[in-house]
T-cell receptor, first 112, second 112 residues
Framework: QKEVEQDPGPLSVPEGAIVSLNCTYS??????FMWYRQYSRKGPELLMY????GNKEDGRFTAQVDKSSKYISLFIRDSQPSDSATYLC????????????FGKGITLSVRP | KAGVTQTPRYLIKTRGQQVTLSCSPI?????VSWYQQTPGQGLQFLFE???????NKGNFPGRFSGRQFSNSRSEMNVSTLELGDSALYLC???????????FGPGTRLTVL
């Protein structure tokens, strides 16, 4: 079993839909949880960062961490075609930018 | 402000050869991390450097090595290339290991 599992997708939704992306993990030492977005032919860019459990909201994006279930989620409200990209969850036990363990990523397509 | 620069962007090598990839971090950033991205394994952590010192290392064979120079530029080297080393190699920089990291566009290595 991999340390971090992410739904493989791909996922296709109509514009305006609410998107839910999820990851599960097995390492209970993970304390730092991130979501990255990667456009084709680009490096990943940090979308959301959460330390330990809880929710965090930033515009149309909401990140949730449930450490008791070892489950994290990213919600995208009012999805736009510009949200079409690969989304990767990442986690670490040593720091937000240190020795990250990534999920394999899910490719999202938002249809106009 | 210029982003993370990686050179070369594309590289083709044959089995058994060695390769050196270069990363120039954002000005003022002293922390550099390297990742390997493949369709099968996703993004995997290689190593992390801060102020010329390796802070963390991922689970890769000794054929993979890296270093960081006094100007924070970093190089990674892969010796005795194998077909499975074909991947996108990503570099990320941050001011310090606890600050937001920014990824470069990557170097696409193909091993024939």
């Amino acid at each position: 079993q991999k340390e971090v599992e992410q739904d493989p997708g791909p996922l296709s939704v109509p514009e305006g839909a609410i998107v839910s992306l999820n990851c599960t993990y097995s390492n209970s030492a993970f304390q730092y949880f991130m979501w990255y977005r990667q456009y084709s032919r680009k490096g990943p860019e940090l979308l959301m960062y959460t330390y330990s459990s809880g929710n965090k909201e930033d515009g149309r994006f909401t990140a949730q961490v449930d450490k008791s279930s070892k489950y994290i989620s990213l919600f995208i409200r009012d999805s736009q075609p510009s949200d079409s990209a690969t989304y990767l969850c990442a986690m670490s036990d040593t720091g937000a930018n240190s020795k990250l363990t990534f999920g394999k990523g899910i490719t999202l397509s938002v249809r106009p | 402000k210029a982003g993370v620069t990686q050179t070369p962007r594309y590289l083709i090598k044959t089995r058994g050869q060695q390769v050196t990839l270069s990363c120039s971090p954002i000005s003022g950033h002293r922390s550099v991390s390297w990742y390997q991205q493949t369709p099968g394994q996703g993004l995997q952590f290689l190593f992390e450097y801060f102020s010329e010192t390796q802070r963390n290392k991922g689970n890769f064979p000794g054929r993979f090595s890296g270093r960081q120079f006094s100007n924070s530029r970093s190089e990674m080297n892969v010796s005795t290339l194998e077909l499975g080393d074909s991947a996108l190699y990503l570099c990320a920089s941050s001011r310090s290991p606890v600050d937001t990291q920014y990824f470069g566009p990557g170097t696409r290595l193909t091993v024939l």
